[in-house]
């Protein structure tokens, strides 16, 4: 679970937890495919100051914004290169990853549906609401053949 830096063919530098995906999941397996877990993109900004003293400014933006998903599996021939994070910036990165949990979080929290909206969503039919047939008329739907029968005689 190293935080690492990979350079994509792309030119975009990534920050991610970097693991290695091996077949059949063994740790003697042949390696496949890099998984990124949670990565953004890097963007470097020099500050004023940049030229005297080199100072830098970091920002992370979510590398695939708009998936739900939070790992990637990532073909080798994709990346140019890959280094381990500087401490300081590996501290960075995890403090967002840390914010971005705890939002998910809080969001699934506030998105406690009720059954009838999980059933609506899963199945698209509305249920009807619950109500007494008519008078004459038995549950089944079928007309009561006593109803308004004479029964004097």
């Not at 100072?55 to 280094?83: C, H, M, N």
């Not at 949990?101 to 699934?108: I, K, L």
């Not at 039919?125 to 053949?145: F, Q, R």
């Amino acid at each position: 679970m190293a935080i690492a830096i990979a350079v994509l063919n792309t030119g975009e530098r990534v920050i991610t937890e970097l693991q290695e995906v091996r077949e059949d999941n063994k740790e003697d397996g042949k390696p496949i495919c890099l998984m990124f877990v949670r990565p953004y993109i890097l963007n470097v900004e020099g500050t004023d100051d940049a030229t005297v003293n080199q100072e830098v400014q970091v920002r992370f933006s979510k590398w695939l914004p708009y998936s739900s998903d939070t790992q990637f599996k990532i073909p080798f021939s994709s990346v140019l290169a890959v280094g381990t994070a500087d401490p300081g910036l590996a501290q960075a990165y995890n403090n967002t990853v840390q914010q971005a949990v705890a939002a998910e979080d809080a969001a699934r929290a506030q998105q406690t549906p009720s059954v009838q909206q999980v059933t609506e969503a899963e199945t698209g039919m509305v249920p009807a609401e619950e109500t007494s047939p008519p008078e004459g008329i038995l549950p089944d739907g079928s007309v009561d053949p006593d109803h308004d029968q004479d029964t004097t005689t």
